[in-house]
Structure formats: structure tokens, C-alpha cells
């Protein structure tokens, strides 16, 4: 899928609305719109990449950013206590469904391991 259809490419272009919960010049956060967690938050780069397989060496700091910023929301969830999780997935096994890349951000309950 090309960014010209991409669901969350829609988000960073303000065609598809979105509960956005924390943005700046390179990344967006919004609830996700099927949470399963009292709290599940996604954030995207505004740039397409499609998959973790398509990150490059440049960017690590976004990916850092990404993670940065999921902590600091977590807080400001009042989640940071109790406990998170974040998962970003890779491709159809592991249930990627949108080709941009996102990290979950999922509290408010407890959480079992492994994940299914
Ligand atoms: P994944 O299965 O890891 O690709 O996660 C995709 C996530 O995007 C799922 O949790 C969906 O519920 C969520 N999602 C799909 N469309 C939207 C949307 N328009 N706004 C917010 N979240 C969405």
C-alpha cells in the first residue's frame, strides 16, 4: 500500500479525523478507535514507512522519539505507576493491519504474557 492510500497518512493530512492526544513536527498520538485497554493510544511519524523492516539508520531518533513520547503520555496518563505496554507489529504474523508504522501504547489493565 502507497501512502497516497494509507489509512494513518490520511490522520497526518487532517482528511480523517482522529482524537489526537499529542502531536508536534514529527509524530501524532490519537486513541486508537478499537481499544482493548481502558487507555490505547497509537503514534505514528507523519512520514510513510510501512513497516519496521523499512525504518533505515537515520532514523533511529525518530524511533526514539516515538518511545520518549509514549513514556512521557503514559505519565501523563497516569499510567507510568501501575504499568504499560507498547508493541509496534511487524507485517501479517505478528498483525500488522495498517501499513504505517505505529507503536501501540495500551494500559488501565493487567496484562498477561506472551501475547497471543
Ligand atoms: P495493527 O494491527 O498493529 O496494525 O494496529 C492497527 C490499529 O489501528 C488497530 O488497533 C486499529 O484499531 C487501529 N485503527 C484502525 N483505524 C483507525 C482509525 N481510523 N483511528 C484510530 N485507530 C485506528
Request: hydrophobic letters at 45%.
Amino acid at each position: 500500500m502507497s501512502e497516497h492510500d494509507c489509512l494513518f497518512c490520511k490522520i497526518v493530512n487532517g482528511d480523517l479525523g482522529a482524537d489526537i492526544v499529542y502531536e508536534n513536527e514529527s509524530l501524532i498520538a490519537f486513541r486508537d478507535i478499537n481499544p482493548i485497554a481502558p487507555t490505547h493510544i497509537l503514534l505514528i511519524p507523519r512520514r510513510h514507512v510501512a513497516t519496521m523492516n523499512d525504518l533505515q539508520d537515520g532514523d533511529a531518533s525518530l524511533v526514539g522519539e516515538l518511545f520518549l513520547t509514549a513514556a512521557r503520555i503514559a505519565a501523563n496518563e497516569g499510567l507510568a505507576e501501575d504499568g504499560y505496554r507498547v508493541v509496534m507489529n511487524c507485517n501479517e504474523a505478528a498483525g500488522q493491519s495498517v501499513f504505517h508504522i505505529h507503536l501501540h501504547l495500551m494500559g488501565g489493565r493487567a496484562m498477561t504474557w506472551p501475547p497471543g
